[in-house]
């Protein structure tokens, strides 16, 4: 029996859908259009901030709720917020304080604002340079430490970041959301804003069945909603273990991954 054809595809940003150097191609651009055109519809979710992703809104044409932190928050295009899953605010200080202890600087996203300690730090010139809007530094993130939509802890020391990961999970369970979303991001979101939830939200806004549900990503955080979609694709720049979760695999994103997937594993 043949399998279902699909009716949305949900697509991660940084290593799917743009380039290393976070550039959208122009046959990334025309493989939305053609999604477009044969009814199927399209929808992104990143670790990146709503603010992060609307440089990518009028290229695509994006119509779609858009899922920013893995889904902690959802805007409209217009960048109005549906819907916002944020941490629990008695939770915020301990999982700073656990980052901390494994040596990663640690970011403090609130509403539209990226709170950090050290304008210097790690990654802070590419991540400003990538989401188009400047962080604020304070010394202390006691004054922030309410509403806060997502934590990340950054390094370059690999190993660190996913130590961080672990001690999160291990010493906060299931009160929230913790995995690498890049080598060198520990991201930390309320329970329910992690990418799977991300599917079953567009399941039920669009009433699509999973199964009519097709998912492509490249780290870690996107194999959860690879659990959850009928079609899942992994990118050829992700890891063995990433690649071994999804049903497909494409070329990577430095070689148009997303625009062949879309063209050998979607469209009908």
């Known amino acids: 029996m043949a399998p279902p054809p699909i009716r949305l595809l949900l697509a991660d940003v940084d290593g799917t859908l743009v380039t290393q150097d976070k550039v959208l191609t122009d046959r990334a651009v025309a493989a939305v259009a053609k999604l477009r055109q044969a009814g199927i519809l399209f929808a992104i979710t990143s670790g990146r901030p709503p603010r992060g992703m609307s440089m990518l809104i009028n290229p695509l044409e994006l119509s779609t709720p858009i899922a920013a932190f893995n889904g902690g928050v959802f805007v409209r295009p217009d960048m109005s917020v549906i819907e916002q899953r944020t941490i629990p605010d008695d939770v915020t200080p301990t999982v700073i304080e656990v980052l ?14 990226w709170f ?18 400047d962080s604020t530094v304070i010394e202390s993130f006691a004054s922030v430490s309410d509403g806060v939509a997502k934590i990340v802890g950054v390094s370059d020391d ?10 999160v999970r291990e010493h ?5 959301s ?3 979303s890049q080598p060198y991001y520990a991201d930390v979101t309320n329970p329910h804003a992690n990418k799977g939830e991300v599917v079953r939200y567009l399941s039920k806004t669009y009433e699509i069945p999973p ?16 659990a959850h979609s009928g079609l899942s694709i992994a990118m050829g720049n992700a890891s063995h ?17 997303f625009a062949n997937a879309v063209e050998r ?3 009908p």
């Open 211 to 226: 199964q009519e549900i097709a998912t492509i990503g490249d780290q870690p955080n996107d194999v959860l909603m690879f």
């Open 241 to 257: 273990d990433v690649q071994e979760a999804a049903r497909r695999v494409t070329t990577s994103n430095e070689d148009e991954g």
């Open 178 to 180: 913790a995995a690498r």
């Open 172 to 176: 906060f369970g299931d009160h929230v």
């Open 265 to 267: 594993f979607i469209l």
């Open 100 to 113: 901390g202890t494994h040596g990663v600087d640690v970011w403090v996203y609130r509403g539209a604002d």
């Open 116 to 133: 950090i300690r050290d304008r210097q730090g790690p990654h802070v010139a590419r991540e400003t340079w990538t989401v188009k809007f």
């Open 158 to 167: 690999y190993d660190a970041v996913q130590k961080a990961v672990d001690a």
